[in-house]
């Protein structure tokens, strides 16, 4: 096979468990902070702060894989 | 497309054998309906590097276009109106796509030219100084009545940024006071730059690592700045060691360091990719209808283009949001580390 097939199919496969990796983690973020509101109402403002925080957070790290993938295409 | 190209071949060579009749004149209309799909593929890329990439020149869907100066700097200043002008100058010449010296083939020691982005960035500040200025003067002509119109908007957004994301984060009242206007200029200047890639014809900045980095540095000045000024330095060099006991300093020093770099490093990436993410995600969307050529896809597309627009519309103000947030926490970080560990010795 062609060396460029392969950073094609790595930077696919790269993608693809990025993007697993950062669902699973937000889905659990989401879940946890959901459960706070539904004990706690009142503290729904907070949390919604933290929940976007943390998402941010959990969401950079999948999207520098993501920008590794996409160079491994273009270079 | 390398591979569909293969493809095709292989089944034309097996059709070839199949029909012996098969003339010169099918192959040759085969082998140029392949060099339609590649040009094809080639215009995609090329629209998409031109909603994406940096240039020398703005082009409105070809209605009308023109150059930006290029500006050099190679042991003193070069001027030039287009990339025209440049190249009949002949000290610099252009070869794919880089900027070279003629003579010697080396790329200018600083390039500074005014490129689209920089052109928007500045479209950009205009706005936001019009815009700021108007409701500056509705203030001063009458300051108790009620605002209204653009002055509303923004007084309800700059008083959501202080009261929300500088005054919790930055627990300091004197330093949060002295920070607002910085953040605010911050998240307005992201967020009309973020918004201007969804108008047609307009690029986002921040869709470019460049952009974005500088905002991150200047975020990184602020931090530790703001650090230093506020608590002294001997209590900025006494943050490296995390208030941890000094038998682990060997593991602190290193990780507080390189937790100073991540930090805007972090920031530059994640906006940078989100805002590329859903231009490219716009464009490969509509680029399907080109590309298979056929008219049932278009509701589909359409329909999926319009949720990811508005999808964009979301992620424009919340990436906003995210950087202007994350700065005021890391500000925040960068001070109560010291206060909390003068507390308990």
């Known amino acids: 096979m062609d060396p460029k097939a392969f950073a094609f199919l790595a930077a696919g496969i790269g993608v693809g468990l990025s993007v697993i990796g950062a669902g699973i983690g937000i889905g659990k973020l989401a879940a946890a902070a959901l459960e706070a509101a539904g004990r706690q109402p009142e503290a729904t403002g907070k949390l919604q702060t933290m929940m976007i925080i943390s998402a941010a957070l959990i969401e950079g790290v999948a999207l520098i894989a ?5 160079l491994f295409v273009i270079l | 497309m390398a591979n569909t190209t293969n493809l095709d071949n292989t089944q034309l060579q097996q059709n070839h054998q199949i029909n012996e009749h098969a003339t010169h004149s099918t192959d040759t209309t085969a082998h140029s ?9 080639n215009v995609m890329i090329k629209i998409l590097s031109e909603h994406l990439l940096d240039h020398n020149s703005y082009d409105f869907y070809g209605v009308f276009h023109f150059d930006l100066p290029i500006i050099f700097y190679d042991n003193g200043f070069h001027f030039y109106a287009n990339k025209k002008a440049m190249e009949a100058e002949g000290t610099f010449k252009e070869i794919h796509h880089e900027f070279v010296k003629a003579d010697t083939g080396n790329p200018p020691q600083l390039n500074l030219s005014i490129t689209s982005l920089v052109m928007f960035q500045w479209i950009a500040m205009l706005l936001l100084f019009f815009g700021f200025w108007t409701a500056a003067k509705k203030y001063k002509k009458n300051p108790e009545k009620a605002p209204s119109g653009l002055q509303n908007l923004i007084e309800t957004l700059a008083i959501y940024v202080r009261d929300e994301i500088v005054r919790p984060n930055v627990t300091s009242e004197s330093l949060a006071n002295r920070l607002t206007p910085y953040f605010i200029s911050l998240f307005f200047f992201i967020l009309t730059m973020n918004l201007m890639g969804l108008i047609p014809g307009g690029h986002s ?12 540095i200047t975020a990184y000045f602020v931090i530790n700045g703001s650090s230093i000024l506020h608590q002294g330095f001997g209590h900025w060099i006494k ?8 038998g682990i300093w ?13 930090k805007p490093f972090a920031l530059t990436v994640r906006l940078f990719a989100n805002m590329t993410a859903g231009h490219a995600v716009i464009l490969s969307l509509v680029g399907l209808i080109f590309l298979l050529q056929t008219l049932v896809v ?10 990811i627009y508005s999808l964009e519309l979301l992620v424009a103000f919340i990436q906003a949001y995210v950087f202007t947030m994350l700065t005021a926490v890391f500000v925040g970080l960068a001070q109560g580390h010291g206060e909390h560990s003068t507390e308990h010795h």
């Open chain 2, 250 to 262: 060997f593991i602190m020093i290193p990780i507080e360091i390189l937790s100073m770099f991540t």
């Open chain 2, 239 to 246: 943050e490296f060691t995390g208030g941890a006991p000094w």
């Open chain 2, 33 to 41: 309906d392949n060099q339609a799909h590649a040009e094809e593929g």
């Open chain 2, 298 to 307: 278009v509701p589909i597309v359409t329909g999926f283009t319009l949720f």
């Open chain 1, 66 to 70: 993501e920008i590794f993938s996409l």
């Open chain 2, 205 to 216: 900045p921040t869709g470019n690592l460049a952009v974005t980095a500088g905002l991150a």
